[in-house]
T-cell receptor
Framework: AQKVTQAQTEISVVEKEDVTLDCVYE???????LFWYKQPPSGELVFLIR??????QNEISGRYSWNFQKSTSSFNFTITASQVVDSAVYFC?????????????FGKGITLSVRP | DAGVIQSPRHEVTEMGQEVTLRCKPI?????LFWYRQTMMRGLELLIY????????DSGMPEDRFSAKMPNASFSTLKIQPSEPRDSAVYFC????????????FGDGTRLSIL
């Protein structure tokens, strides 16, 4: 079985603050993929990043960065200098195994509110 | 490029009525997923198809729910008869068939059963 835990449910910050969204996952598979999705107030789900279990390199994309640590089964997401437009629900997700029988398991999501 | 297209965007109907939600995946994608999102339960996978064949329907809540994928470019999720507890946002997503590819989501159908 696979599981994704996003222990933080709601986070509120003031614009320009840095914020880290935590994600802890569980799986027995050695091959797996981790994802982050963003759901803005308009409701659509937007893919942000994918990381595979063999690549522990951190990634930076503009104000966004991701820290993948297999030792702690975590895949945390940091927004630097947050902006009001970052206000959204953020989901971490896990896909384990290979082939057509694998499926995506989502965490419960973290609601981020960035105040001006 | 066109993304995943869902229709209708909003549906309001009375309990007991049949509801049909539609999805057109991204051209070339061969896996299609139906999700339901509610405040209480979050995002739940209902069913998914690979090459038009249902692979896992263990998330379908009960026999009132059914899904079909008659061809690679179209899928339906049907609820008959509908009940107020079916009110939710239903998302369709597609991907190129293997687990390492990100799923691309449609804008969702907001369903309200009165």
């Amino acid at each position: 079985a696979q599981k994704v835990t996003q222990a933080q449910t709601e986070i509120s910050v003031v614009e320009k603050e840095d914020v880290t969204l935590d994600c802890v996952y569980e799986t027995r598979d050695t091959t797996y993929y981790l994802f982050w999705y963003k759901q803005p107030p308009s409701g659509e789900l937007v893919f942000l990043i994918r990381r595979n279990s063999f690549d522990e390199q951190n990634e930076i994309s503009g104000r966004y960065s991701w820290n993948f640590q297999k030792s702690t089964s975590s895949f945390n997401f940091t927004i630097t200098a947050s902006q009001v437009v970052d206000s959204a629900v953020y989901f971490c997700a896990l896909s384990a195994g290979t082939g057509a029988n694998s499926k995506l398991t989502f965490g419960k999501g973290i609601t981020l509110s960035v105040r001006p | 490029d066109a993304g995943v297209i869902q229709s209708p965007r909003h549906e309001v109907t009375e309990m007991g009525q049949e509801v049909t939600l539609r999805c057109k995946p991204i051209s070339g994608h061969n896996s299609l997923f139906w999700y339901r999102q509610t405040m209480m339960r979050g995002l739940e996978l209902l069913i998914y198809f690979n090459n038009n064949v249902p692979i896992d329907d263990s998330g379908m809540p009960e026999d009132r729910f059914s899904a079909k994928m008659p061809n690679a470019s179209f899928s339906t999720l049907k609820i008959q008869p509908s009940e107020p507890r079916d009110s939710a946002v239903y998302f369709c997503a597609s991907t190129l068939g293997i687990s390492n590819q990100p799923q691309h989501f449609g804008d969702g159908t907001r369903l309200s059963i009165l």
